[in-house]
């Protein structure tokens, strides 16, 4: 862990220097940013931790083309929060998780504007610089703060983008309120180390979530689907302290 934590800090130098700095801006959607900053960093990333991990497959953001999940894995985002980056929001990460049988093992998620590096490791906690954090004790939703994000797919106003707003719509009057941070990798982290009670979101991709359930498990908390389901790969995600989990669930509208 002390050796991917260096490599992840040199990767965030990369990050602080292009957020600073003026920065080309390319567009994989209408409103899906990408940077020449998200590739450096995956190339550094990849080019570093493939040496460190032979005998795993890398799954990178920018580079992935594969349809299914190697048994394996080395889940990179580069840059999670992209958008918020190009705008000098300061809610942006590096997030690295490592899974192996289809369960997280290790993960990483690093914050080098505001240099907050969370770590986790399988049944050995969760780590905020070097501190063990723990999930905070909110036991229903008026005392919680909620964390959520909306997909790209909004702009088609969609399926996705109806379960949303109804579910927004649902849960807002119900909370202490709810927060749209712009980086999945750093609402789970924030739910790891109490500063949200919960988070859910839709549409998010592997590489968003790989490392930062890691966190919210080690740190206490539940991780399911919106049903209330063992948590896969392109399900609905809900992430809690666990003693909300039920009521935030039982909130959400049918998708």
């Known amino acids: 862990m002390s050796k991917l934590i260096e490599i992840v800090k040199e990767a965030g130098k990369i990050l602080k220097y292009g957020y600073y700095h003026s920065k080309r801006i390319d567009f994989k959607s209408e409103i899906d940013l990408v940077t020449e900053y998200d590739v450096k960093i995956e190339n550094f990333l990849k080019e570093k931790i493939s040496k460190k991990y032979r005998d795993f497959e890398i799954v990178a953001e920018e580079s992935f083309k594969a349809r299914s999940i ?137 590489w968003d979530v790989a490392a930062g359930i890691l966190m919210v498990t080690e740190a206490g908390g539940k991780v399911t689907n919106h049903l209330g389901e063992e948590y896969k790969f392109g399900d609905i995600v809900v992430a809690s302290n666990g003693k909300i989990h039920d009521e935030l669930i039982k909130n959400m509208c049918k998708y």
């Open 70 to 206: 190697p048994q394996k894995a080395i889940f990179i985002d580069p840059i999670d929060g992209t958008t918020n980056f190009v705008h000098s929001i300061v809610y942006v990460c590096i997030s690295i998780g490592i899974w192996e049988g289809g369960e997280p093992k290790e993960g990483i998620v690093y914050n080098p504007v505001l240099d907050e590096l969370f770590w986790a490791r399988k049944g050995e906690g969760a780590y905020l610089n070097g501190k063990k954090i723990k999930v905070n004790k909110a036991d229903n939703l008026t005392s919680s703060l909620i964390a959520t994000g909306f997909p790209y797919t909004k702009i088609k106003m969609g399926k996705d983008y109806r379960w949303v707003v109804k579910t927004f719509s649902e849960l807002l009057p119900k909370t202490r309120d709810i927060r749209r941070l712009g980086s999945a990798a750093i609402d789970l982290c924030y739910t790891a180390c109490g500063r949200f009670s919960g988070f859910y979101e839709i549409d998010l991709k592997p």
